[in-house]
Every structure is written in C-alpha cells, then in structure tokens.
C-alpha cells in the first residue's frame, strides 16, 4: 500500500484520469495494490479529512508522451496509472496508524507500514487475501492439526476470546476485532449473504469477498460478542442496511430474527 500527495489543483486530473506524476519512481508497490490518494492538508478546509479515495495500482512508466503535461500543465518523469477508483470513509491516516511513522513528513509518496495496512484496510472495508501460508502459521500457533476446517479456527478463537471486549490504545481507541475469526467464519459459510443469499464476488487479487456484521454492537462492550456466535456474513449492501436501514433485530434461542423494512428473515 501507498499513499500519494496532491494539492488541490492537482487533484482533478487525478481523478478524471486514475492516474498521478511523479519525478520519483515508487518502490515496493505491485499490480493491485492499494493507492491512498491523499490531499495536502493546507489545500483542506477545517472539516476535512485529507484521504478520501483510494485505487488500485496498474503501472508506472517513463512519460514519453508528454501525459503528464497535458493533464497537469507540468512535466514529470513518471505516470502512476490506477484503476477501480472508488471514495471512501474519509480519514487521516496519522489519527488512525498504529505505528509511529510520520506520515505528515511524505512529501510526494511513501509507502505504508504493514501494521499501519490492516487499520487502513478496516477502514475502508476492504481485506488482503487470507493466504495459505498463514493459516498453517496459525494451525501452528494453536496446535491444530487440520488447518482446512475453519470449524477448528472458530472454537480456537471463542475459547481465546471469552472475555469481554477491551479497548486497546493506540493514537485513537479501537476495539480489537479478531479478523482471523472473521475469514473463518466467511469460509464456514462460503462468502454467502446470510440475509439475501448473494455469494460474494472474486477480487482482483485472488480469493472471494464478503463481509461480517456484528450483531450485537462491540461498542457496548458486552461480554462475549467477540465469539462467532455475534458475526454474521452479509454482502456489503445488507451490511449498509444492517447499520443504517429500517432494521430490528431479536435474539432467539440460536439465532437471530431480522426485520428489514417489514420482511423477517430467520438466521439459524
């Protein structure tokens, strides 16, 4: 992952066009990953925050026909091409790392810290693909000698996490979410939708995407709702509803009973 700066008169053509300039070729960046397209904080108003997009990186390439000049009135050395540019929850990356890198330092671009990657790809409601390596890294952390049942990740982690939710504190203060136990839980249920029965679509870099919904608010700091009884696989659009659309919800002996805009849907 990497973050590019842009004042505001740059930040139109980068937009239009998926695409950035730079004089400096950026290192250790590969097609797919994500690009944080961040606006020079003195361009800001006081209420906003300056990454409000991402996209996915291409390519980056000598520009020999002169792009960069048509599109920005400048010459530079290099064009960094995008695709799937998309908006997103807008933030500050140093109100959310968890490292001490400054980030305020970069002055055209600079890659992100791998601990600082997975606060950000929470944010944004996007996740790296959970790689075959490290299921058998943490079969092996658990001693468990099937690593492909996800059932056998499940109850590792209900026995790990059978205590309330705590905070832990870092520059902001955030629930911690085991998100190993959520790609289990994906897995059990094969990125289906629970409340709709969408099946997830593939992503660009390998693996299936779905998200998870916790029914019971970890805000509310209760106790156990850090177990996979509490998360329930939805597509995104079912999740949006589950926050913010007209929607109840009532526990029941095993599972949950939800009305969405009058309908129920019984989760067993």
Known sequence: MIIFKNDA???DGVLRNAMHATDGRPSDINKGDIILIAQTKGTLSEDQKPIRWVMD????NLDINDESKKIWGKKWQYIIRGENLRSV??????QIKVSKKNYGAIQTHGTVLPDDEDVILEWIQEERHTAYDERKIAAAEFELDNIYCPDDFIAEFDRRYSNTPAFKDIVTRQI???SALSAAIKEKYDYTCRICGYSGFRKK???MY???HHMIELSNLAPLTLQSWNLLVVC???HKKLHYGNVTVRPLNEGWGIVIDSEEIIIN
């Open 9 to 11: 008169s740059t930040m």
């Open 57 to 60: 990186f291409v390519s980056c």
């Open 89 to 94: 929850e807008p933030f500050d990356i140093d």
């Open 176 to 178: 911690q979410r085991p």
């Open 205 to 207: 870099g390998g693996g």
């Open 210 to 212: 779905a998200e998870v």
């Open 236 to 238: 995104p659009t079912c």
